[in-house]
């Protein structure tokens, strides 16, 4: 069964961010330009490469890799857990329930790091076990070290997890050359890929430049700014309920878990310590600094010790009944797998969205197009899209402000109302949500017309979009747009304020290079928009706003940003005889749409 359902949940196409970075990254490993994704993964690479031998492509070879993985770590649970029990039936029990379950349903045949660091993190565990449960030999000392340094080597983010319970472990074993021996393999094997990564970065200097500016960001967004003042309970939801599934699901099994976790702990059985230092500081890492956006996928490891818990308190329920064990296991699995099916059933047997764009776009945009991808779609776009030079929004936007003659089209994570635009999408599902960073549902190809290219300047933020269509800019309290050399005798403008604003209305002056040509009031609710005269030499426009807020101050969130108003719609058109010519309905993709 568990094969089956392994097979079932092999995903069609590329999908998540990192997933084109790791196929890059089999063609030419090089971390400096995110090839894999930060903090390198050498181990994962190296096994990938392996398989790539033999199947000459990227997206398989790394979706066959996780597949393996998944085998190989449910034997490796289920040997781990059986020991730290004392019985076959839990030690099975538990290993299905966390395989089984909603997070892993939707990610252990992904074509990311995570399954295979997966499998060698519970080999670790397996011989960590042995140590506290028998006098552990020199080979049980080596083979934990060598498989929890490869663990690390594969996955880095996962000695948050592998270092205690490997430092635990070898602080149990009572025989000084054995730990020796253990601490010089782990030592050596690190060194081993770490020295390769270093040599593939370009030296131990830029190396440590490297590292430190992913540190940064790991601190300034993942645990900041992503967290956004998230209370403690939102967090225990997103971390601990969310990879179970909905609350008829999670709560009954957390409820399980804590009386299971109660017996293991009054039982005082010194061979579950490696799984409770496996997952305890894993999970408390997470909580304190972990992006929530990414808690399913990257709480795993805690996962698994939730799993033994369940098991063992579902074996305390039922006193030890093995078929009442396996019954009770089975029934969460398919609770599980009807949760998820929808989605997995759709990921593996339709395109994921943002394939769909990009065979759309190969298939219907014309030679000498450019395509501009939102941060979201990056890796996708550069890896997909090569013959449309693709390029960041701004970017294109600052190029192509002065060449009316070339076709422009964003690539975007999310929907579109602009005319012309193609979406393509995957159906909502609960789980889509729970289980995922809830992108890529929704893509969009948006065209991107003369007459709406400008380039943004200082205090115009990034472009934002939501799934349903609506897209923004952020503006600072004074803002500055740049206008293309050609362009029409009307500036069409269309403002608005969020919800959240702490304000309920905001006065916007517009300059035209520096001469006021008018003043609009904005509120909350529906947009704005005012037009007027420009004259054709006309070059820079300046919104100056009133009022502004930054929402860590004032909303409790993280973002550091001064906001003042959105910029919904920016659009130069030229008069006709019959007046100003017909504006559509939707608002560019760009800066657009409420």
Not at 170 to 179: D, E, H, K, S
Request: proline share 7%.
């Amino acid at each position: 069964m568990f094969i089956c359902v392994q097979l079932t949940a092999i995903p069609l196409t590329l999908w998540e961010y990192d997933e084109p970075l790791f196929s890059e990254a089999l063609i030419r490993y090089d971390p400096r330009i995110h090839h894999p994704p930060p903090p390198g993964y050498p181990v994962f690479i190296a096994i990938g490469k392996v398989v790539n031998l033999f199947l000459r492509d990227p997206f398989r070879s790394l979706v066959t890799t996780s597949f393996l993985g998944s085998l190989v770590g449910m034997l490796a649970l289920t040997a781990a857990f059986s020991r730290a029990s004392g019985r076959l039936a839990i030690g099975l029990s538990g290993a299905l329930l966390f395989y089984l379950s909603p997070a892993m349903l939707v990610h252990s045949t992904l074509p990311i790091s995570d399954p295979a660091a997966l499998a060698l993190l519970f080999i670790s565990l397996y011989f960590a076990v042995r140590c506290f449960s028998e006098e552990p030999t020199p080979r049980i000392a080596l083979l934990l070290a060598l498989f929890s340094g490869l663990t690390v080597g594969c996955r880095p983010q996962y000695c948050i997890t592998v270092v205690p319970l490997f430092l635990i472990s070898v602080w149990w074993i009572r025989n000084w050359r054995t730990r020796v021996l253990a601490l010089a393999t782990f030592t050596l094997v690190c060194l081993t890929w770490l020295l390769a990564m270093i040599d593939a970065v370009g030296g131990l200097a830029l190396s440590w430049q490297w590292l430190t500016a992913q540190g940064a960001y790991f601190l300034g967004h993942d645990s900041d700014i992503s967290r956004g003042g998230s209370s403690l309970a939102e967090l225990l939801i997103r971390f601990v309920a969310h990879p179970w599934g909905p609350k008829l699901l999670s709560l009954p099994l957390l409820a399980v878990a804590i009386g299971g976790a109660a017996g293991v702990i009054r039982a005082r059985s010194k061979r579950s310590i490696p799984i409770l230092a496996a997952g305890v500081p894993y999970l408390v890492f997470a909580l304190a600094l972990m992006d929530p956006a990414d808690a399913v996928r990257y709480t795993l490891p805690s996962v698994m010790m939730i799993a033994f818990a369940v098991s063992a308190g579902l074996a305390r329920i039922v006193r030890g009944n093995r078929l009442l064990i396996a019954a009770g296991t089975l029934l969460v699995a398919g609770c599980s797998m009807a949760y998820v099916s929808s989605f997995i059933v759709e990921r593996s047997t339709t395109p994921s969205p943002p394939i769909q764009a990009v065979r759309y776009a190969l298939r219907h945009l014309p030679q000498g197009t450019v395509i501009a991808h939102e941060l979201a779609l990056a890796p996708h776009s550069l890896y997909l899209l090569q013959r449309f030079h693709p390029r960041r929004i701004d970017e294109a936007l600052t190029s192509l402000v002065n060449r009316p003659e070339t076709p422009l089209w964003l690539l975007t994570d999310g929907g579109s109302t602009v005319a012309g635009s193609r979406t393509f999408s995957w159906r909502p599902s609960d789980a889509y949500g729970k289980l995922t960073r809830n992108h890529y549902r929704t893509v969009s190809l948006v065209p991107v017309e003369p007459a709406r290219r400008y380039m943004p300047g200082a205090g115009v933020y990034a472009a934002e979009r939501t799934i349903e269509g609506e897209a923004w800019r952020w503006l600072d309290r004074s803002a500055d747009i740049e206008l293309p050399l050609v362009h029409g005798d009307r500036l069409v403008l269309t403002l608005s304020l969020a919800a959240e604003t702490p304000f309920a209305s905001n006065m916007v002056t517009i300059l035209v290079d520096g001469v006021v040509a008018g003043k609009m009031v904005v509120g909350r609710g529906p947009a704005r928009t005012t037009e007027f005269q420009i004259a054709s030499s006309a070059r820079r426009v300046r919104l100056i706003s009133e009022r502004s807020y930054v929402p860590a101050e004032i909303v409790g969130n993280r973002d550091p940003r001064r906001l003042a108003v959105k910029l919904d719609d920016l659009a130069m058109l030229y008069s006709s005889k019959d007046g100003l010519q017909s504006i559509s309905p939707r608002r560019e993709g760009v800066v657009r749409n409420r």
